[in-house]
């Protein structure tokens, strides 16, 4: 069973700013199958990036994901107030399962 | 557009079980996959399992096996999670959410959630 880890678990940032957020698993994934999700309080999650690059409909493009292997990440080019968030990567695997991180919490400085 | 909306709030006794239900519209329900994931407060999301609504293939997380029963009703476009033995731990919020055409069937919509309290 593969493993995600996300990294930092708390990201402190003022808007503006740039915010990059890790996730590694625990052996090679495929590009295709790595997605990023936002989760605001209350809220259900969205999705803002699949196939590690790809961002989904209507995602602005601040959001840009990269990676590959066990090491991917997300990266908001300039933080909005909207973008204070919970992010959670997801790997989809054989079976087939999906398997989230555990979450970065970007929070405003 | 597409929309999955979930049944109401449920308290349970430890011991019972919860069905949860996600009626589903906007697209034809059985060409997507039906995921269930969960959230305990303040946690992570939690993947709990996947149902082709087409053929009604399931697959469960192996933490659940045995306790979780995923169904649906294709004419009414609803699919079910069904969570039996509950404990206090099982507590959480429980979505459902549709892959989407794409390699690696990221979950592009989601229901807005249902909360399930297990307390004595």
């Known amino acids: 069973e593969i493993v995600l880890t996300q990294s930092p678990g708390t990201l402190s940032l003022s808007p503006g700013e740039r915010a990059t957020l890790s996730c590694r698993a625990s052996?090679?994934?495929?590009?295709?199958?790595l997605a990023w999700y936002q989760q605001k309080p209350g809220q259900a999650p969205r999705l803002l990036i699949y196939?590690?690059?790809s961002r989904a409909t209507g995602i602005p493009d601040r959001f840009s994901g990269s990676g590959s292997g066990t090491d991917f990440t997300l990266t908001i080019s300039r933080l909005e107030p909207e973008d204070f968030a919970v992010y959670y990567c997801?790997?989809?695997?054989?079976?087939?399962?999906?398997?989230f991180g555990q979450g970065t919490k970007v929070e405003i400085k | 557009q597409v929309q999955l909306v979930q049944s109401g709030a449920e308290v349970k006794k430890p011991g019972a079980s919860v069905k949860v239900s996600c009626k589903a519209s906007?697209?034809?329900?059985?060409?997507?996959?039906i995921n269930w994931v969960r959230q305990a407060t303040g946690q992570g999301l939690e993947w709990m399992g996947w149902?082709?609504?087409?053929?009604?293939?399931?697959g469960y997380a192996q933490k659940f096996q045995g306790r979780v029963t995923m169904t649906r009703n294709t004419s009414i476009s609803t699919a079910y999670m069904e969570l039996s033995s509950l404990r206090s731990e099982d507590t959480a919020v429980y979505y459902c959410?549709?892959?989407?055409?794409?390699?690696?069937?990221?979950?592009?919509?989601w229901g807005q959630g249902t909360l399930v309290t297990v307390s004595s």
């Open positions: 959410a549709r892959g989407a055409a794409a390699p690696g069937r990221p979950l592009g919509y």
């Open positions: 906007g697209y034809t329900f059985t060409s997507y996959d």
């Open positions: 149902m082709n609504p087409n053929s009604g293939n399931t």
């Open positions: 052996q090679s994934v495929s590009s295709s199958y």
């Open positions: 196939g590690a690059f």
């Open positions: 997801q790997q989809y695997g054989s079976s087939p399962t999906w398997t």
